[in-house]
């Protein structure tokens, strides 16, 4: 079983500045990693994931995450962030070995960009 | 279809009354997945299907919760006498490649 801690429910920023959404997992086995946005009153859009290979994955709107199996994060930064990315941000985790590759979220992490 | 397409968006119902909530994947799609979220939580895995497997129910938190998927495609997630504690938004996604899905927009449901 895996289990996703996402530190920070609330992220205020302003806009224009750096911005880094912390996320750890907790898993007994190997396992892939995945950031999801869900903007208000919508789905949730995928992001980014890490499979394999390089630790550092860039995704869509300019956002990055790196994999650190060390530390068991998966932390994902946006050099300069915009207006338009507030939105709530989820970690999820799947397991490599499974053939449901259910994913496990954490609790979300609110970004919210000020002006 | 394009996305994955739930109906209805919104809907607002009396406690005791039952619901049925609908999933239509994207077309092709072998694995589809229900979720729930609850305000200020993540998501909560419900329920699974893949293929003509028999699904994972792991997830469904009573007896007072079924799915079933007719014909490898569109998905029906029934809640029967429902409860306040029941009010969430009902996520469903679907899946090809099993690597990160696809999600429809949601069912937020209200129990009064």
């Known amino acids: 079983a895996q289990s996703v801690t996402q530190l920070d429910s609330q992220v205020p920023v302003f806009e224009e500045a750096p911005v880094e959404l912390r996320c750890n997992y907790s898993?007994?086995?190997?396992?892939?990693l995945f950031w999801y946005v869900q903007y208000p009153n919508q789905g949730l859009q995928l992001l980014l994931k890490?499979?394999?290979?390089?630790?550092l994955v860039k995704g869509i709107n300019g956002f990055e995450a790196e994999f650190n199996k060390s530390q068991t994060s998966f932390h994902l930064r946006k050099p300069s962030v915009h207006i338009s990315d507030t939105a709530e941000y989820f970690c999820a985790v799947s397991d490599r070995g499974g053939s449901a590759r259910q994913l496990t979220f954490g609790s979300g992490t609110q970004l919210t960009v000020l002006p | 279809g394009a996305g994955v397409s739930q109906s209805p968006s919104n809907k607002v119902t009396e406690k005791g009354k039952d619901v049925e909530l609908r999933c239509d994947p994207i077309s092709g799609h072998t694995a589809l997945y229900w979720y729930r979220q609850s305000l200020g939580q993540g998501l909560e895995f419900l329920i699974y299907f893949q293929g003509n497997s028999a699904p994972d129910k792991s997830g469904l938190p009573s007896d007072r919760f079924s799915a079933e998927r007719t014909g490898g495609s569109v998905s029906t997630l029934t809640i029967q006498r429902t409860q306040q504690e029941d009010s969430a938004v009902y996520l469903c996604?679907?899946?090809?490649?099993?690597?990160?899905?696809?999600f429809g927009s949601g069912t937020r449901l209200t129990v009064v």
């Open positions: 898993s007994s086995v190997s396992v892939y």
């Open positions: 996604a679907s899946s090809s490649q099993t690597y990160g899905y696809t």
């Open positions: 890490y499979l394999s290979g390089s630790t």
